[in-house]
């Protein structure tokens, strides 16, 4: 599955990484998992264009995020044809192809600027060229000193 980390897709849609991870931790986005601590998340491309559309329902019509996230997957969906939420009055449409378009130059960009980092314990360091070796570990030589 292609997907894009959770900094690229920050980056992308203008907003902080811990505000990006705390929706997807705390509301349900298509296609991303919610995994335990210390797993890194992937959002695939379907998701990332759910989450720039629920950010431009919610900063134009005031629409919290959880209802937003949902309206703008019905919109993606249904190829982003008119939705009637409460027939026969509010109906939403969306050029999805411009969307689609204005999110990839976005994202493009994006992926330069926000390089993949690793996670966890960085490396040991190394002394005179030679890897440090933890001080419970042994040479065969050493192990068979040892007194019995």
């Given at each position: 599955?292609?997907?894009?980390?959770?900094?690229?897709?920050?980056?992308?849609?203008?907003?902080?990484?811990?505000?990006?991870?705390?929706?997807?931790?705390?509301?349900?986005v298509a296609g991303v998992?919610?995994?335990?601590?210390?797993?890194?998340?992937?959002?695939?491309?379907?998701?990332?264009?759910?989450?720039?559309?629920?950010?431009?329902?919610?900063?134009?019509?005031?629409?919290?995020?959880?209802?937003?996230?949902?309206?703008?997957?019905?919109?993606?969906?249904?190829?982003?044809?008119?939705?009637?939420?409460?027939?026969?009055?509010?109906?939403?449409?969306?050029?999805?192809?411009?969307?689609?378009?204005?999110?990839?130059?976005?994202?493009?960009?994006?992926?330069?600027?926000?390089?993949?980092?690793?996670?966890?314990?960085?490396?040991?360091?190394?002394?005179?060229?030679?890897?440090?070796?933890?001080?419970?570990?042994?040479?065969?030589?050493?192990?068979?000193?040892?007194?019995?």
């Amino acid at each position: 599955m292609r997907g894009y980390t959770v900094a690229a897709a920050a980056v992308t849609l203008r907003v902080s990484p811990k505000w990006l991870d705390n929706v997807l931790s705390h509301h349900s986005v298509a296609g991303v998992r919610k995994g335990r601590q210390g797993i890194k998340r992937l959002i695939p491309p379907n998701a990332l264009l759910d989450l720039e559309v629920a950010l431009i329902l919610t900063r134009s019509f005031f629409i919290p995020i959880g209802a937003a996230l949902a309206l703008a997957r019905e919109l993606r969906e249904s190829g982003g044809e008119a939705v009637r939420e409460h027939p026969p009055f509010p109906t939403i449409g969306l050029d999805l192809a411009a969307a689609r378009s204005h999110l990839d130059r976005r994202l493009g960009d994006a992926i330069e600027a926000a390089p993949d980092r690793p996670r966890g314990r960085p490396p040991r360091s190394k002394k005179n060229g030679a890897p440090v070796r933890a001080p419970h570990q042994t040479t065969g030589k050493d192990a068979g000193s040892s007194a019995s």
